[in-house]
């Protein structure tokens, strides 16, 4: 997470949690398993081997209720704050820093970093996560510093979520396709030049483009040969089964890629109509390189569990930390 977002949550985590005794949010719904509140958390498994942020906004939200004597609900989050998620770093600022700090303490637990590289021009089509560099030479810096900051770390990169799918479904214009296409590329290639980093661009999610032939040609433009694999479901709420068989399907027609699957809140799976901060959802699968697929993997947290989609659902604005939503999607999960 960048300085920038970790300031405005710190700054919300008290505000949120003061306005929690009264919120009607998603803490409890309709999808909750019946005595989950009294399940202990279970550890970040052995087999994954990325690391956890311990002043992540969910750990910081555990230290608060302790202190309010929530202690139950303190507990179930620990779901969440105890398994590693993706570092978002953001576009507004120079991104070497937080990725620098990020690595260098995973470096010292023997861990692997986990980003998400997220500031292509004309991003999110101008919707909650509006934004992005301002312009071709602006972003090849951004991610110029990112790289640089990697270094000889072990790293794992989700690059440019919905990048590649809206140019597939038309809502990124046309007159700036080639130039995303050109700019992905250049990224994927930057990235590889460190030593020991891993670069998977973002696929879209089995109910978004259907067709995964669809994608074949405009990832191939933005050079995914040169890249690690492709990232399926991120932010989205699909199930690991379904996910898993349009990720094969695509790893074919690109030739046997692999692939990784965010299954940070896909555990109750989608809610039809729904895709921004959907009631009665759970945690999914955790993080984890064992997933019994070849082609896949891991299973990541990419989205980080507990940051809002956008000002929908009453919620936040996009990345924002709503810790009732967070305590629903622990509540919810079945491990």
């Known amino acids: 997470?960048?300085?920038?977002?970790?300031?405005?949550?710190?700054?919300?985590?008290?505000?949120?949690?003061?306005?929690?005794?009264?919120?009607?949010?998603?803490?409890?719904?309709?999808a909750s398993v019946t005595?989950?509140?009294?399940?202990?958390?279970?550890?970040?498994?052995?087999?994954?081997?990325?690391?956890?942020?311990?002043?992540?906004p969910a750990a910081q939200q555990i230290e608060l209720w302790r202190r309010e004597g929530r202690t139950q609900d303190a507990e179930l989050l620990r779901r969440i704050a105890d398994r590693p998620a993706a570092q978002w770093p953001a576009g507004e600022i120079d991104p070497g820093p937080d990725v620098r700090t990020a690595t260098a303490a995973a470096s010292a637990e023997g861990r692997t970093a986990l980003f998400v590289a997220y500031n292509i021009p004309h991003r999110d089509c101008g919707q909650h996560s509006a934004g992005g560099a301002a312009d071709a030479d602006a972003y090849r810096q951004w991610i110029g510093s990112f790289a640089d900051a990697?270094?000889?770390?072990?790293?794992?990169?989700?690059?440019?979520?919905?990048?590649?799918?809206?140019?597939?479904?038309?809502c990124t214009p046309g007159e700036y396709h080639a130039e995303r296409e050109q700019l992905l590329g250049e990224a994927i290639r930057r990235l590889k030049q460190q030593p020991h980093t891993k670069v998977y661009l973002d696929a879209g999610n089995p109910s978004w483009i259907k067709e995964p032939g669809k994608l074949v040609e405009p990832l191939r433009r933005a050079g995914i040969a040169e890249a690690d694999g492709f990232a399926l479901n991120v932010s989205n709420f699909q199930t690991d089964d379904a996910t898993k068989a349009y990720g094969l399907r695509l790893s074919r027609d690109l030739g046997g890629k692999h692939f990784v699957i965010d299954s940070s809140r896909n555990g109750n799976g989608p809610l039809p109509g729904v895709w921004c901060n959907p009631p009665g959802r759970a945690l999914g699968t955790p993080p984890t390189t064992e997933t019994g697929e070849p082609a896949v993997d891991a299973y990541l947290w990419v989205k980080r569990p507990g940051e809002s989609d956008g000002t929908c659902e009453g919620g936040p604005d996009a990345g924002q930390w709503w810790p009732e939503y967070a305590l629903g999607l622990a509540r919810n999960a079945r491990s």
């Open 150 to 170: 990697l270094g000889e770390s072990r790293a794992l990169v989700v690059l440019e979520p919905d990048a590649v799918a809206h140019i597939v479904d038309g």
């Open 35 to 56: 005595g989950a509140d009294s399940r202990k958390s279970d550890p970040a498994p052995s087999s994954s081997p990325f690391w956890v942020d311990p002043d992540s």
């Open 1 to 30: 997470m960048s300085r920038l977002i970790r300031i405005r949550t710190l700054a919300a985590l008290t505000v949120l949690g003061l306005a929690a005794a009264c919120s009607s949010a998603t803490d409890v719904d309709e």
